[in-house]
């Protein structure tokens, strides 16, 4: 059964397309004309998920929704929370250079409320991979969390910054910040500028 195929294949990863299924079992010597149906089969029967169009999962984890906007990141107040600069929970905030028609959907069978925000290619960096339970997720790192807040224009109290401004490294951000607006760049580096040397000194303290 192309329903079994499909499982064995896939159920390990954290999403696939349904490009990718046909292609595998086309390899594998099955014939596709029914792959549609059995993709149906296996969403009735609540054994997968889809993400977007197109786009299914055999897991559950809020982490697999972004594999519905790749190439993405995970970024802003949820890369905080993945990287524990807080201690506070937020829903998952997706990062993509695709085309978002929506900045906020419904996933997993409208479960999950998912923020979505497109960049564009030349800004779409800084990020590493984190370990979140069977998956790693691709996560903006310190300085790129930074700066994504002031693009993005997202404002928070100033001692939700205090673990970010700790660990920031200049060097990198200035890097960054090359290739962004003169707007944007001003902005965060007036911000370090001020806040910085206190969160260092550790008079900036978290109220987490």
Do not use: C
């Not at 349904?18 to 079992?25: G, H, T, V």
């Not at 028609?101 to 996933?107: A, E, I, L, N, Q």
């Not at 939700?160 to 760049?185: A, E, G, H, P, V």
Request: charged fraction near 30%; hydrophobic fraction near 40%.
């Amino acid at each position: 059964m192309l329903a079994k195929q499909l499982e064995r294949k896939f159920e390990s990863y954290p999403a696939f397309t349904f490009r990718e299924a046909e292609i595998y079992l086309g390899s594998v010597g099955e014939n596709t004309k029914n792959l549609a149906r059995s993709l149906a089969n296996l969403k009735k029967t609540g054994r997968i998920v889809t993400i977007v169009r197109g786009v299914y999962t055999f897991n559950k984890d809020d982490l697999v929704l972004g594999h519905g906007y790749s190439p993405f990141y995970f970024g802003l107040l949820h890369a905080m929370s993945l990287r524990e600069f807080w201690t506070l929970e937020s829903r998952p905030e997706i990062i993509t250079v695709r085309t978002v028609r929506r900045s906020r959907v419904h996933m997993l069978n409208d479960r999950i409320a998912v923020s979505v925000h497109h960049i564009s290619g030349d800004r779409f960096f800084g990020y590493d991979f984190v370990k979140y339970g069977r998956f790693k997720v691709p996560v903006s790192d310190t300085e790129k969390t930074l700066i994504d807040l002031f693009y993005f224009d997202i404002k928070l109290p100033i001692q939700n910054y205090s673990i970010m401004l700790k660990s920031l490294k200049m060097k990198k951000l200035r890097k960054y910040l090359s290739k962004f607006d003169q707007k944007t760049k001003t902005k965060v580096l007036e911000f370090v500028s001020k806040y910085k040397k206190i969160a260092d000194e550790g008079r900036l303290e978290s109220p987490y």
